[in-house]
């Protein structure tokens, strides 16, 4: 899979280096093409927001920037991916979508936002265009996200899991990220035992106890 981001704070992207994405780099797996938006701005200082038609806070990244760092990426592979706290909401179904793809472009809008017509323009020369969110809270910009979701998507590519028993076991619950609580050694940690069911070797009684602790544990946390 190639991935291109394009962001005017190509630095965000320094931890793709590193861990389970640095690895699937160097087996071949994932490319990483970051893009400096500031390299296409046109105008002698470089800028790339003005304000926006009608009024209003804050300044919108412009066009015709945009125009040029996107059209040299995009082809009939390519899904882009506008980074925006109005976009759809990120989740384990679209992680698993977006890893099946072969090209993804993100978007990385700071500021209020990227110019509408770029979303526009793409969608009308019939490329796969995507506005999403990874939650219901506010970033900076879409730099953050855009880390969160390669992550997500990432892992899910067949190679890039050292183990790929635990993606088998992931996806088991149909939710696919609902986890039950997890214990290693020692047997004992400050007066806390480990439960009882998970040393009995018993694998049925262990898979139900954990099914259960897995509801359990989402109610909590609803
Ligand atoms: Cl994708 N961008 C920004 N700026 N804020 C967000 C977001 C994205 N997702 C949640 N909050």
Excluded at 45 to 67: F, K
Aim: hydrophobic residues 40%; contains cysteine.
């Amino acid at each position: 899979m190639k991935i291109d981001a394009v962001t005017i704070f190509p630095e965000y992207f320094a931890p793709l280096k590193l861990s389970l994405l640095g690895k699937a780099q160097e087996s071949g797996i994932v490319e990483f093409g970051i893009h400096d938006l500031r390299s296409f701005a046109t105008n002698v200082h470089n800028q790339v927001d003005d304000t926006p038609y009608g009024g209003g806070a804050g300044m919108v990244m412009m066009p015709e920037v945009w125009g040029k760092a996107l059209d040299p990426l995009m082809s009939a592979q390519s899904d882009l991916i506008i980074l925006t706290p109005a976009g759809r909401r990120f989740d384990q179904p679209m992680a698993a979508k977006f890893s099946k793809a072969s090209h993804l472009v993100f978007a990385c809008g700071r500021y209020e936002g990227i110019d509408d017509r770029v979303r526009q323009h793409y969608l009308s020369k019939n490329h796969r265009v995507h506005e999403v969110s990874i939650g219901d809270y506010v970033l900076g910009g879409g730099e953050v996200a855009s880390l969160v979701m390669i992550e997500a998507i990432t892992r899910l590519i067949p190679g890039v899991l050292g183990n790929p028993e635990s993606l088998a076991e992931e996806s088991h619950n149909q939710e696919g990220y609902l986890e039950y609580p997890s214990f290693t050694k020692p047997q004992n940690w400050r007066d806390i035992p480990v439960p009882e069911i998970l040393l009995s070797g018993n694998h049925g009684e262990i898979a139900k106890w954990r099914a259960a602790q897995a509801i359990e544990r989402a109610k909590e946390n609803l």
